[in-house]
């Protein structure tokens, strides 16, 4: 029998007259120079910082407005909610409720500046209808 190629015994393989031996064949295999390994696509990603400042350097202002409307929004939530008898426990449940919610709120930043990565492009789009809007939000006229 010569290398690469095996013996095929089953009863299935004689009933159509398949015995004796195959060879196995593979298909050439050439990295292309194009393509990047999965190590590389994810070394190419950059940190939540960098996209960050990215968003800051296309969007500037407007990316501020946002962000800190979600900062407001989360500090009057969770303080209302803490106001309103939802139970903390640490530190925060026996500060004060402006000081609660704002640990509350501190706590969630990672996710605040992800809502504003995800939120300010579509609405800077959707801003663009309403120039006097974009203008101010934006420092600058819509395109």
């Known amino acids: 029998m010569q290398p690469g190629s095996q ?7 004689s009933k159509w ?3 004796g031996t195959m060879e196995t064949v593979e298909p050439p295999v050439t990295p292309n ?22 968003l800051m350097v296309d969007y500037g202002r407007l990316a501020i407005w946002v962000y800190f409307a979600i900062f407001f929004a989360c500090w009057i939530g969770f303080s209302v909610a803490i106001r309103l008898g939802f139970q903390v426990e640490g530190a ?26 995800g939120l300010t492009p579509p609405l800077e789009r959707v801003l663009r209808v309403i120039p006097k809007v974009h203008r101010f939000l934006t420092g600058r006229t819509p395109s």
């Open 92 to 117: 925060g449940g026996t500060s004060g409720t402006i000081v609660g919610g704002y640990l509350a709120t501190k706590l969630t930043q990672p996710v605040r500046i992800l809502g504003t990565l």
């Open 17 to 19: 007259g398949m015995v």
């Open 33 to 54: 120079p194009n393509e990047t390994s999965a190590s590389q696509a994810v070394a190419a990603k950059p940190s939540l910082k960098e996209r960050f400042k990215a």
């Open 7 to 13: 013996r095929v015994d089953s009863l299935d393989a």
